[in-house]
């Protein structure tokens, strides 16, 4: 057994989901070989990440120190029942306004660290046997249709091959409960998961590139459709692969 098969099936191993002889052949491999075992190690700490209980967010500490600061301060001078009904309600709407606009700051950082977590999940489980491509073909002229019927937009499709970024084809896959295109690209023996995800009245967002246990992922948005590039290669190399891939777009 090579490197490939055992990164391969190790995805199943760690689910239980091998038969005792491919479980005994992939631990034969791991044992004997650093990289892969570093890659399990990896693959393990991912699923633990995964757990509900870490998935939690907890408010940082200053928060409430944050939103106290925003409330008016206390009048020094004795004021009329009026005047004091007047400044309560004044600075009851402004600290629901600052706690809502820090409520929405917090809860957009946990959702972007949750979907973070859900594409480089997708990621890994394409990469275990027959969990890869649906539609087989390098011709986008191919891919991008079978996907009609299927989604509600037609994810962007890109032949990157001459550039150095293989099309393999597509598939459909999920990302926060919803169906999105995944098209796969391969660079050199690494594999490059596109997943598209239809975002009506979206605009232009500019790309961002953060990274999870080992994996580089690209995010952006264009005309209506948000975009996570993940793969194992290195961030500039996948940075080359977003560019050009937005470049053949314009094209």
Not at 44 to 56: E, S, V
Not at 89 to 115: N, P, T, W, Y
Request: net charge neutral; with cysteine.
């Amino acid at each position: 057994m090579n490197c490939d098969e055992a990164s391969v099936l190790m995805h199943a191993l760690i689910d239980g989901e091998l038969d005792a002889g491919h479980a005994r052949e992939v631990e034969a491999h791991i044992v004997g070989c650093l990289d892969c075992a570093a890659r399990l190690r990896e693959f393990q700490d991912l699923r633990k990440l995964m757990t509900p209980a870490n998935l939690r967010y907890a408010a940082a500490a200053s928060l409430r120190a944050r939103i106290e600061g925003k409330l008016p301060a206390p009048a020094t001078a004795a004021t009329s029942r009026r005047s004091v009904i007047k400044g309560f309600a004044f600075g009851a709407g402004a600290s629901a306004l600052a706690a809502s606009g820090l409520l929405l700051m917090v809860m957009r950082g946990d959702e972007q660290k949750r979907i973070l977590v859900e594409v480089v999940s997708a990621h890994l489980r394409s990469l275990q046997a027959q969990h890869l491509i649906d539609v087989q073909s390098s011709d986008q002229h191919t891919v991008k249709p079978w996907f009609n019927g299927r989604l509600d937009a037609a994810p962007p499709v890109a032949d990157l091959t001459a550039q150095g970024f293989t099309l393999l084809g597509g598939r459909l896959d999920y990302v926060d409960a919803k169906p999105v295109a995944a098209i796969v690209y391969r660079r050199r023996v690494h594999i490059i998961n596109l997943f598209c995800a239809p975002a009506p009245g979206s605009g232009h967002r500019g790309a961002v590139m953060e990274s999870l246990q080992g994996f580089n992922v690209r995010r952006w948005s264009e005309n209506g459709i948000n975009l996570w590039a993940v793969s194992d290669i290195n961030a500039d190399e996948l940075t080359e692969f977003g560019e050009k891939f937005e470049l053949a777009l314009k094209q």
